[in-house]
């Protein structure tokens, strides 16, 4: 969680650093994001089978399977970063602009995501080298070099955002210069502390094939759900977009305000979740598996559903930090409140999916969170808000209702599915029992 407030204060700083641009800036970053979101996902995707797999393997002291599914892990993401730099190289100005941007708006998401592009083999490096050494129980090394990359990133936002001191003033290429520079840091620095002494994990020479299927396996709806929910935001955004420029930027502006205080929680439970899970099916107990991944949700409940209230309650005074535009605050500040009714079921949702993630069951968040982005968030709103007219109320209320349908979904996958013992088949598949 700690980690994850400065890497969520990180992207809130991008935000009221190009809000002071000006609202075209702040849907350029915005839009930029959307395709920036693809390297994410697959980061995260194998993030989430090496977590899977390593906490399965500490639990079970299988310590040379697990070393192997971290470096194949890391492996696969570099291979897997090299076309989103050829894709940005060619086309990054032209994606941008065929979501519907103005031309000016198009021009500054382009130059953006070129940059992002650049570096992204790196990210999936930080994303999957992370969350393999948490999967192993050690979440302080990626907090410790995250922190450090994070103060870099935003110190380099402001200063070459707005030309602080010796800085040049660079604006939104500032902004991505600094998001480049802290994604190469994270990943040469985890990639320091697995080949020395500082953790417990270790590189080795790829060899069991049973690992790398496994691998693989998991993580591919992992990805899966990530690029559907991303693929879903292109057509949110030109809804969006069809309601005017200072729509698109409220809701960047109002999701980032819900992100920035509750977002850390959400992740860090969901990460927790993951892993002792994992090690709890690993160690042989899937009833202490279970009662650890309905805990985890009753403490999102408590702590994220609470802080979820106040947001609807001070929406209005979080969003003035980013704008003051009229129509763009009143509307951030609509979404935001959206954001906080919801807080309860999104807070369960990813504490329920990281659960499952645990038990190597990846395919049924996939199911619940692609159907209810497009049932919903594009279905439910382009429905309702465009073709009923009832404007962004139709929009608001698609927002709920994807984050009600896919906590659903996960809860009763939870609850009956057959994710332990599906656990337990893959473990003495690839000879985790015994392994020392």
């Known amino acids: 969680m700690a980690e994850q407030v400065l890497r969520t204060l990180m992207r809130t700083t991008d935000i009221i650093v190009t809000a002071l641009f000006s609202p075209a800036a702040v849907a350029a970053i915005g839009l930029a994001d959307l395709y920036a979101r693809l390297p994410l996902r697959i980061g995260l ?3 989430g089978g090496a977590i899977a797999l390593s906490s399965q393997d500490t639990g079970r002291d299988a310590t040379a399977n697990r070393d192997e ?3 194949q892990a890391i492996l696969v993401g570099v291979v897997a970063g090299i076309p989103f730099v050829l894709f940005g190289l060619l086309f990054a100005e032209p994606a941008i602009a065929i979501l519907g941007a103005p031309e000016n708006v198009a021009r500054m998401g382009g130059t953006y995501l070129l940059i992002i592009f650049l570096t992204a083999p790196a990210r999936h490096v930080a994303l999957v080298a992370a969350r393999s050494l948490q999967g192993t129980g050690d979440t302080k090394t990626p907090m410790y070099i995250n922190v450090v990359s994070n103060l870099l990133n935003i110190g380099g936002t402001v200063a070459l955002g707005l030309g602080l001191g010796p800085f040049p003033n660079l604006e939104i290429v500032g902004v991505g210069i600094a998001t480049a520079v802290g994604n190469l840091f994270t990943a040469t620095a985890l990639l320091l502390a697995i080949r020395t002494n500082w953790t417990q994990a270790s590189f080795v020479r790829p060899q069991n094939q049973t690992i790398t299927k496994q691998l693989l396996v998991v993580s591919a709806p992992r990805i899966g759900e990530g690029i559907a929910a991303t693929i879903a ?9 069809a309601f005017g420029t200072e729509v698109n930027a409220a809701y960047q502006i109002g999701r980032r305000v819900y992100q920035q205080v509750t977002g850390p929680l959400s992740r860090g439970y969901s990460v927790a979740s993951s892993v002792v899970v994992g090690q709890a099916l690993g160690s042989g107990d899937p009833e202490r598996a279970r009662f650890e991944g309905w805990a985890t949700v009753a403490l999102g409940l408590v702590t994220v559903g609470g802080i979820g209230g106040v947001l609807f309650l001070v929406a209005e005074p979080l969003v003035r930090l980013f704008t003051s535009d009229p129509p763009t605050l009143e509307y951030a500040a609509d979404f935001a409140r959206v954001y906080g009714l919801a807080a309860p079921f999104l807070v ?8 499952l993630q645990g038990g190597s069951d990846t395919k049924t968040p996939f199911f619940a969170r692609t159907s209810g982005m497009f049932l919903f968030m594009v279905g439910f709103s382009w429905l309702v808000g465009v073709r009923m007219d009832y404007g962004v109320m139709g929009v608001y209320a698609g927002i709920l209702l994807h984050y009600v349908w896919a906590m659903g979904i996960v809860g009763a996958g939870f609850y009956w599915g057959g994710w332990a013992s599906r ?3 893959m473990m003495e598949e690839r000879g985790s029992a015994g392994e020392t």
């Open 45 to 47: 995707g194998l993030g």
């Open 69 to 71: 599914a971290i470096t």
């Open 348 to 355: 369960s949702f990813v504490v329920l999916a990281g659960s």
């Open 423 to 425: 656990a337990a088949a």
């Open 233 to 241: 935001e292109f057509p949110f955004n030109a809804i969006l977009l």
